[in-house]
T-cell receptor, first 110, second 112 residues
Framework: AQRVTQPEKLLSVFKGAPVELKCNYSYSGSPELFWYVQYSRQRLQLLLR??SRESIKGFTADLNKGETSFHLKKPFAQEEDSAMYYCALSAGGGGNKLTFGTGTQLKVEL | EAGVVQSPRYKIIEKKQPVAFWCNPISGHNTLYWYLQNLGQGPELLIRYENEEAVDDSQLPKDRFSAERLKGVDSTLKIQPAELGDSAVYLC??????????FGPGTRLTVL
């Protein structure tokens, strides 16, 4: 069985401070990991996926297979980063379902 | 590009009544997903279609839930009869060949 854990329901940081949203997973195979974001009154959208190794909106995430983690990081938080962030796992193979964590609400304060 | 379209956006019904949700995926996307999102939780897959075939419906409560995607394009998810515990957001997503999943805005169901 696959499982995704996001230990923080809410993370509050000041503008300009570093951000780290934690994500741990449990899966016996080789997973694909994703971060999805939902801004207020908008639909869920992909932020980044580990196989792309991209930096999107200043966010990065590195897959650590030893620690089974995929933490999302940004060096300097911006007010527009305030949103709900979901970590998700796919068991691999085309079209497989996503298993989501419970999400972390990021609030960036001025 | 309109993205994934879902209708209705909101639905309020009394328990034991039937309800249906409609989803139109992004044009050309052969894979369609229905997810259920309870308050304070992440989305959970109910059913996945490859074209018109349901390839993963293991999480769909088949005693009251049904879904169809007759022509391999749009899809309908039905609940009959609805229960109080079905109050949630129902999300539809689509992807092309198993690539990135794009989500619709969801239908928020309230069962009274």
């Amino acid at each position: 069985a696959q499982r995704v854990t996001q230990p923080e329901k809410l993370l509050s940081v000041f503008k300009g401070a570093p951000v780290e949203l934690k994500c741990n997973y449990s899966y016996s195979g080789s997973p694909e990991l994703f971060w999805y974001v939902q801004y207020s009154r908008q639909r869920l959208q992909l932020l980044l996926r580990h196989i792309s190794r991209e930096s999107i909106k200043g966010f990065t995430a590195d897959l650590n297979k030893g620690e089974t983690s995929f933490h999302l990081k940004k060096p300097f938080a911006q007010e527009e980063d305030s949103a709900m962030y979901y970590c998700a796992l796919s068991a691999g193979g085309g079209g497989n379902k996503l298993t989501f964590g419970t999400g972390t609400q990021l609030k960036v304060e001025l | 590009e309109a993205g994934v379209v879902q209708s209705p956006r909101y639905k309020i019904i009394e328990k034991k009544q039937p309800v249906a949700f409609w989803c139109n995926p992004i044009s050309g996307h052969n894979t369609l997903y229905w997810y259920l999102q309870n308050l304070g939780q992440g989305p959970e897959l109910l059913i996945r279609y490859e074209n018109e075939e349901a390839v993963d419906d293991s999480q769909l409560p088949k005693d009251r839930f049904s879904a169809e995607r007759l022509k391999g394009v749009d899809s309908t998810l039905k609940i009959q009869p609805a229960e109080l515990g079905d109050s949630a957001v129902y999300l539809c997503a689509s992807s092309e060949g198993g690539d990135t999943q794009y989500f619709g805005p969801g239908t928020r169901l309230t069962v009274l």
